[in-house]
Protein backbone atom coordinates (compact mmCIF):
# COMPACT_ATOMS: atom_id res chain seq x y z
CA UNK A 1 0.00 0.00 0.00
CA UNK A 2 0.90 3.21 -1.12
CA UNK A 3 2.11 5.66 1.71
CA UNK A 4 1.00 9.49 1.31
CA UNK A 5 3.46 11.80 2.05
CA UNK A 6 2.30 14.73 4.28
CA UNK A 7 2.10 17.89 2.92
CA UNK A 8 3.02 21.50 4.82
CA UNK A 9 1.10 23.96 3.94
CA UNK A 10 2.82 27.57 3.92
CA UNK A 11 0.65 29.75 6.05
CA UNK A 12 0.66 33.46 8.19
CA UNK A 13 -0.63 33.89 11.29
CA UNK A 14 -1.77 37.20 11.26
CA UNK A 15 -2.86 38.61 14.71
CA UNK A 16 -6.51 38.89 14.83
CA UNK A 17 -6.51 39.76 18.73
CA UNK A 18 -4.57 42.22 18.62
CA UNK A 19 -7.01 43.44 16.03
CA UNK A 20 -10.11 43.06 17.67
CA UNK A 21 -8.09 44.87 21.12
CA UNK A 22 -6.89 48.00 19.06
CA UNK A 23 -8.77 51.14 19.77
CA UNK A 24 -10.51 53.01 16.79
CA UNK A 25 -8.79 56.78 17.44
CA UNK A 26 -10.52 59.41 16.16
CA UNK A 27 -8.14 62.08 15.53
CA UNK A 28 -8.02 63.37 12.71
CA UNK A 29 -10.00 60.97 11.87
CA UNK A 30 -11.25 57.30 12.40
CA UNK A 31 -8.71 54.71 12.37
CA UNK A 32 -6.62 52.02 13.93
CA UNK A 33 -2.97 50.85 14.44
CA UNK A 34 -2.07 47.23 15.05
CA UNK A 35 1.68 47.01 15.32
CA UNK A 36 3.05 43.63 14.67
CA UNK A 37 0.07 42.14 13.02
CA UNK A 38 2.29 40.09 11.14
CA UNK A 39 4.49 38.26 13.84
CA UNK A 40 7.82 38.65 14.31
CA UNK A 41 8.79 34.72 13.46
CA UNK A 42 6.57 35.01 10.61
CA UNK A 43 7.74 38.32 9.12
CA UNK A 44 11.80 36.71 8.87
CA UNK A 45 9.57 34.36 6.69
CA UNK A 46 8.05 36.91 4.56
CA UNK A 47 10.64 39.14 3.98
CA UNK A 48 12.74 36.48 1.79
CA UNK A 49 8.97 35.60 0.01
CA UNK A 50 8.90 39.38 -1.06
CA UNK A 51 8.20 39.39 -4.96
CA UNK A 52 10.96 40.97 -6.61
CA UNK A 53 9.23 44.56 -7.52
CA UNK A 54 11.92 47.00 -9.01
CA UNK A 55 9.70 49.51 -10.33
CA UNK A 56 7.13 52.18 -8.52
CA UNK A 57 3.33 51.73 -8.96
CA UNK A 58 0.59 49.41 -7.39
CA UNK A 59 0.66 45.48 -8.58
CA UNK A 60 -2.35 43.48 -8.75
CA UNK A 61 -1.06 40.24 -7.11
CA UNK A 62 -2.26 37.90 -10.18
CA UNK A 63 0.27 40.15 -11.96
CA UNK A 64 3.36 39.14 -9.83
CA UNK A 65 5.52 35.95 -9.05
CA UNK A 66 3.96 35.21 -5.68
CA UNK A 67 5.57 32.14 -3.27
CA UNK A 68 2.94 29.99 -1.64
CA UNK A 69 3.68 32.31 1.49
CA UNK A 70 2.49 34.92 0.20
CA UNK A 71 -0.37 33.91 -1.21
CA UNK A 72 -1.38 32.66 1.95
CA UNK A 73 -1.00 36.06 3.08
CA UNK A 74 -3.12 37.74 0.26
CA UNK A 75 -5.81 34.97 0.84
CA UNK A 76 -6.14 35.88 4.68
CA UNK A 77 -6.32 39.91 3.83
CA UNK A 78 -9.35 39.23 1.66
CA UNK A 79 -10.36 36.70 3.89
CA UNK A 80 -14.04 36.70 6.16
CA UNK A 81 -12.30 37.10 9.66
CA UNK A 82 -10.66 40.49 8.22
CA UNK A 83 -13.37 41.93 6.80
CA UNK A 84 -15.56 40.71 9.99
CA UNK A 85 -13.35 42.49 12.28
CA UNK A 86 -13.03 45.99 10.52
CA UNK A 87 -16.92 46.20 10.09
CA UNK A 88 -16.89 45.38 13.81
CA UNK A 89 -14.60 47.97 15.10
CA UNK A 90 -16.18 50.78 12.58
CA UNK A 91 -19.88 50.12 13.03
CA UNK A 92 -19.74 49.14 9.42
CA UNK A 93 -21.85 46.79 7.00
CA UNK A 94 -19.09 45.31 4.68
CA UNK A 95 -20.38 42.04 3.84
CA UNK A 96 -21.48 42.64 -0.28
CA UNK A 97 -18.31 45.06 -0.15
CA UNK A 98 -15.86 44.04 -3.32
CA UNK A 99 -12.30 44.03 -2.57
CA UNK A 100 -9.36 45.25 -4.63
CA UNK A 101 -5.85 44.73 -3.44
CA UNK A 102 -2.48 45.62 -4.71
CA UNK A 103 1.21 45.21 -3.85
CA UNK A 104 3.59 47.98 -4.32
CA UNK A 105 7.88 47.24 -3.78
CA UNK A 106 9.26 50.63 -4.51
CA UNK A 107 8.44 53.82 -3.94
CA UNK A 108 9.21 56.92 -5.81
CA UNK A 109 10.05 60.98 -5.58
CA UNK A 110 7.02 61.85 -6.77
CA UNK A 111 4.68 59.57 -4.29
CA UNK A 112 3.61 60.53 -0.99
CA UNK A 113 1.82 63.51 -1.92
CA UNK A 114 -1.17 64.65 0.40
CA UNK A 115 -4.40 63.17 -0.84
CA UNK A 116 -7.47 61.81 0.54
CA UNK A 117 -8.32 58.41 -1.30
CA UNK A 118 -10.92 58.11 -4.31
CA UNK A 119 -14.81 57.75 -3.00
CA UNK A 120 -15.65 54.32 -4.49
CA UNK A 121 -13.08 53.16 -1.63
CA UNK A 122 -15.18 52.78 1.57
CA UNK A 123 -12.28 51.56 4.20
CA UNK A 124 -8.10 51.82 3.17
CA UNK A 125 -5.74 48.61 4.90
CA UNK A 126 -2.86 49.17 4.66
CA UNK A 127 -0.49 46.20 6.06
CA UNK A 128 3.53 47.09 5.74
CA UNK A 129 6.15 44.70 5.20
CA UNK A 130 9.39 45.80 6.00
CA UNK A 131 12.02 45.70 8.29
CA UNK A 132 13.19 48.95 10.28
CA UNK A 133 15.69 51.01 8.18
CA UNK A 134 17.84 54.35 8.96
CA UNK A 135 15.18 56.03 6.32
CA UNK A 136 12.37 55.10 8.08
CA UNK A 137 13.95 56.38 11.64
CA UNK A 138 14.60 59.73 10.16
CA UNK A 139 11.23 59.73 9.00
CA UNK A 140 10.93 59.32 5.47
CA UNK A 141 8.25 57.09 3.95
CA UNK A 142 6.09 57.48 6.89
CA UNK A 143 3.04 57.94 6.29
CA UNK A 144 1.27 60.56 8.21
CA UNK A 145 -2.71 61.15 8.87
CA UNK A 146 -3.06 64.85 8.54
CA UNK A 147 -4.86 67.77 10.48
CA UNK A 148 -5.41 69.12 6.59
CA UNK A 149 -4.81 68.99 3.26
CA UNK A 150 -1.83 71.33 2.78
CA UNK A 151 0.94 70.88 5.19
CA UNK A 152 2.50 67.45 5.48
CA UNK A 153 4.41 68.17 8.60
CA UNK A 154 0.76 69.03 9.80
CA UNK A 155 0.23 65.63 11.12
CA UNK A 156 -1.48 63.92 14.31
CA UNK A 157 -0.42 60.29 13.83
CA UNK A 158 2.82 59.13 11.87
CA UNK A 159 3.12 55.10 11.07
CA UNK A 160 6.64 53.92 10.73
CA UNK A 161 5.89 51.28 7.48
CA UNK A 162 7.64 48.58 9.08
CA UNK A 163 7.77 45.40 11.08
CA UNK A 164 4.04 43.66 9.85
CA UNK A 165 1.88 47.36 10.97
CA UNK A 166 -1.37 47.32 10.17
CA UNK A 167 -3.25 50.50 9.47
CA UNK A 168 -7.05 50.71 8.58
CA UNK A 169 -9.77 53.90 8.00
CA UNK A 170 -13.08 54.61 6.47
CA UNK A 171 -12.55 57.03 3.85
CA UNK A 172 -14.03 60.23 3.74
CA UNK A 173 -13.56 63.84 2.30
CA UNK A 174 -11.03 64.96 4.72
CA UNK A 175 -8.70 61.59 5.22
CA UNK A 176 -5.71 63.23 4.48
CA UNK A 177 -2.59 61.64 4.39
CA UNK A 178 0.95 61.24 3.00
CA UNK A 179 4.33 61.21 3.91
CA UNK A 180 7.99 63.09 3.39
CA UNK A 181 9.84 61.98 -0.13
CA UNK A 182 11.11 58.92 -0.09
CA UNK A 183 12.61 56.82 -2.68
CA UNK A 184 13.36 53.11 -2.28
CA UNK A 185 12.33 50.11 -1.48
CA UNK A 186 8.96 49.68 0.79
CA UNK A 187 6.05 46.92 0.74
CA UNK A 188 2.91 47.85 1.25
CA UNK A 189 -0.29 45.27 1.08
CA UNK A 190 -3.11 47.89 0.01
CA UNK A 191 -6.32 46.49 0.86
CA UNK A 192 -9.64 48.37 -0.39
CA UNK A 193 -13.35 47.52 0.65
CA UNK A 194 -15.25 49.13 -1.94
CA UNK A 195 -18.28 51.11 -2.64
CA UNK A 196 -20.94 49.23 -5.05
CA UNK A 197 -21.82 51.81 -7.53
CA UNK A 198 -20.89 53.19 -11.21
CA UNK A 199 -17.22 54.38 -9.81
CA UNK A 200 -16.41 51.63 -8.10
CA UNK A 201 -17.19 49.54 -10.69
CA UNK A 202 -15.36 51.75 -13.01
CA UNK A 203 -12.14 51.29 -10.74
CA UNK A 204 -12.67 47.50 -10.43
CA UNK A 205 -12.19 47.15 -14.59
CA UNK A 206 -9.16 49.44 -14.62
CA UNK A 207 -7.62 47.10 -11.28
CA UNK A 208 -8.72 43.84 -13.69
CA UNK A 209 -6.97 45.70 -16.96
CA UNK A 210 -3.91 46.24 -15.11
CA UNK A 211 -3.32 42.86 -14.02
CA UNK A 212 -4.00 41.41 -17.10
CA UNK A 213 -1.54 43.97 -18.91
CA UNK A 214 1.38 43.89 -16.20
CA UNK A 215 1.21 39.67 -16.65
CA UNK A 216 2.24 40.55 -20.15
CA UNK A 217 5.60 39.91 -21.27
CA UNK A 218 6.55 43.59 -21.98
CA UNK A 219 5.66 44.97 -19.45
CA UNK A 220 8.29 43.09 -17.14
Not at 83 to 91: H, M, N, Q, S, Y
Not at 140 to 146: A, E, I, K
Not at 160 to 175: A, D, H, I, Q, R
Amino acid sequence: MRRRTAVTVASVHPDFAALAAAPVVQTPFAHLVVEHFIRPDDLKALYVSLPQIESGGSFPPESLSLTPLMQNLIQQMEGPELRRLIAEKFGLDLHDAPTMLTVRGRTREKDGRIHCDSAAKRVTVLLYLNPATEAFARQDGCLRLLNGPDDVEDYAVEVPPVNGTLLVFPNGPTTWHGHRRYAGPRYTIQLNYMETGALARSELRRHKLSAFLKKLPFAA
